[in-house]
């Protein structure tokens, strides 16, 4: 370009240096800049989540290398209780951010002598959660198989440390054994994909012992007090789950109705209505849950959400009977039963291990 003169573009009777500009505004539906901005946020996080991911891991990483080092140099209590806190206190001053206290730095020595000889599968599994919620299973003395389970039900479900703590308080890993998806429709109602997810996702029996209950109690006073102990309940329903509200009022044809629970689930990506009852299962309870979908579909339900999921959470079911209440509905519902009393088996050990605790 001569003189150091720029190049001027004219486009619809507008000059611009060097780039083309539009000459009228292009323009968008609320719906389609709705859908701009959660993507653009989604990616955004995603990156964030996958720094977060990353950080993380070079963190564990330096842990577990601190801590085989104290521990291939056989720093012990007596020799170590001036090494450590020398050592820490001259690491501190290089890396201040670190939390490289001698407390943290005996845990680390823990934390590589307690997964040393463990199996590739735990090893990944306590690796990708943060440092807090590692020292919380350490401090528990789980298993390896224990240990595994609560790993990896705590990176699926992004749990915080309170909601590890609960888990392992409420022995979750007791049931899981014996946890199968409740009798369902999934499969003739659901994408392939989806149907597998809230199979796997949904529970044959779900135990409700952390009520506290001592006596038989009505429909409405067990909605109560599970939305008294809403954040355990979720807990207990498994992984995604977000409460939206209870009685929850949907209006149509001039008409009200009231679903007993509603909640979201960001796995499944669908609302998931629950309707209590404290008997056992009926066929008519599969109309009425059926009915509910509709409405949630048709009020409810976003355009980027998939079809809404029912669960009849009932005291006692046949899984015959619920196969054939199901066998012709074009809705997904599951039917699962409920246990309102801590097993006598898990209860004694409940109560063993409180004892030597005490002792």
């Given at each position: 370009m ?7 573009v004219?486009?619809?009777g507008?000059?611009?240096?060097g ?10 539906s ?7 901005l959660?993507?653009?946020v ?14 993380n891991?070079s ?16 720093v012990e ?17 290089r890396?201040?951010?670190?939390g ?6 005996w ?8 997964y ?8 990944q ?10 020292l919380?299973?350490?401090?528990k ?7 595994l389970?609560y ?15 609960n888990a392992?308080?409420?022995k ?10 409740g009798?369902?429709?999934f ?9 597998s997810?809230a ?6 029996t ?8 001592t006596?038989?109690v ?7 007090r599970l ?16 409460y ?15 679903v ?7 796995k499944l990506?669908?609302?998931?209505a ?7 299962f ?9 009915f509910?979908?509709?409405l949630?579909?048709k009020?409810e339900?976003e ?10 959470l009932?005291?006692?079911k046949?899984r015959?009977?619920?196969e054939?209440a199901?066998?012709d ?5 599951a ?12 209860l004694?050990?409940l109560?063993?291990?409180?004892m030597?605790?005490?002792?």
């Open positions: 001569k003189g150091g003169k720029k190049k001027v004219r486009k619809g507008k000059k611009t240096a780039l083309l500009m539009p000459s009228r505004r292009i323009s968008i609320e719906a389609d800049y709705q859908m701009l959660e993507t653009a989604a990616q955004i996080s995603g990156a964030r989540s996958a720094l977060a991911v990353q950080v891991a963190a564990m990483s330096v842990y577990w290398n601190l801590g085989k080092l104290l521990h291939d140099r056989k209590g007596g020799y170590g209780s001036g090494v450590v806190p020398r050592l820490s206190r001259d690491l501190k001053v890396f201040p951010e670190m490289l206290s001698p407390r943290n730095m845990n680390m020595k823990l934390f590589y002598e307690r040393a000889k463990s199996g590739k599968k735990l090893l599994a306590v690796a990708v959660l943060r440092w807090g919620h590692n919380l299973l350490l401090n003395k789980l298993s390896d198989a224990e240990t389970y790993a990896s039900e705590c990176a699926a479900g992004n749990w915080n440390r309170d909601m590890l703590l392992v308080k409420m979750m890993h007791v049931m899981s054994g014996s946890r199968r998806a009798a369902n429709n499969k003739n109602t659901l994408p392939a994909v989806q149907a997810m199979a796997d996702l949904l529970k044959d779900y135990n409700l012992g952390f009520l506290g209950l006596e038989p009505a429909e409405r006073e067990l909605e109560r939305i008294e102990k809403i954040k355990v309940f979720m807990l207990e329903l498994g992984r995604g789950f977000a939206i509200g209870n009685q929850y009022r949907l209006e149509y044809n001039g008409k009200e109705y009231f007993d629970m509603l909640f979201s689930n960001r990506n669908c609302l998931v629950i309707d209590l009852k404290i008997g056992e009926k066929s008519e309870y599969v109309g009425k849950m059926n509910y979908l509709s949630l579909d009020l339900r355009e980027r959400e998939n079809r809404s999921i029912g669960i009849i009932c005291a006692e046949d015959l009977d619920v054939l199901l066998q509905v074009n809705k997904p519902i039917v699962s039963d409920y246990e309102l009393f801590i097993p006598q088996k898990e004694q050990a109560v063993l291990s409180e030597k605790a005490m002792s």
